[in-house]
DNA sequence: AATCGCTATATTTATGAAAACATAACGCTA
DNA sequence: TAGCGTTATGTTTTCATAAATATAGCGATT
């Protein structure tokens, strides 16, 4: 028996940032490129910019800063904001689990 | 910005009870029938059945018990441990709930 | 023994989300 | 100015899951 959990959150009803994003950003973080960070994740280029966008319409500032064009074709950064929100979400998530876990096991006694 | 949350418990890497397992469970304890449980949660019967059905095999004791024929057609009844179940399920997600809430006040700031 | 509402299970059909495919624009570089 | 890899976006196709449909069996009740 796992105790298992998902954490998101949202903005106005609507997604802003889980899992799946924080990974994205992260993958972003690290290659300085959606497609780049898309094909890594084994994620539709589409799809990875779709959520990027998202998020950034829906953040209080921008996460990531998009360049069309130029050296190398573009590339996309993370904002510091962005990096804080990995960060954060990141550590909550993990305060979640540890509490679950802990609960849990006086669940089963 | 609202945190949300999802718990459940898996047994052996399969969903064992979650949000709609739980649910349906409370609706079989008030209706004491599957298909009425199913009705009220606008679910296809079959659909209920097969979750009751992975319950109960994943479970260490019977969460319901079915039987067929007889008056009225027959029903279904939660078990003692289903109820229990039902209970400390609730229990754990509320806290986690809490924890949660608490935790990202702190974390806007 | 006929009826009734339920459990049990197989098969077919819909639906919605993801993936795949296609194409355009952008701006540095060579 | 031609090429490259990127962002940006529309369209089509796949696929997995849920819903719908169908049918059989059960057993107390009448």
Redesign the pocket.
């Known amino acids: 028996m796992e105790i298992k959990s998902r954490i998101w959150i949202e903005e106005k009803g609507k997604p802003f940032i889980g899992f799946g994003r924080i990974n994205l950003l992260k993958e972003v973080e690290k290659t300085s ?4 960070a898309a094909r890594a994740m084994h ?5 990875a ?1 779709q959520l990027l ?1 998202q998020m950034n319409k829906l953040a209080p500032e921008p996460v990531v800063i ?11 950064q993370v904002t510091d904001y962005g990096v804080l929100l990995i960060q954060k979400f990141e550590e909550l998530n993990t305060q979640c689990i540890t509490f679950l876990e802990e609960e849990f096991k006086s669940w089963q006694s």
Chains 1, 2 share one sequence.
């Open positions: 490129s959606i497609s780049a994620m539709s280029y589409k799809k910019w966008d998009k360049n069309v064009g130029g050296k190398s074709g573009g590339g996309t």
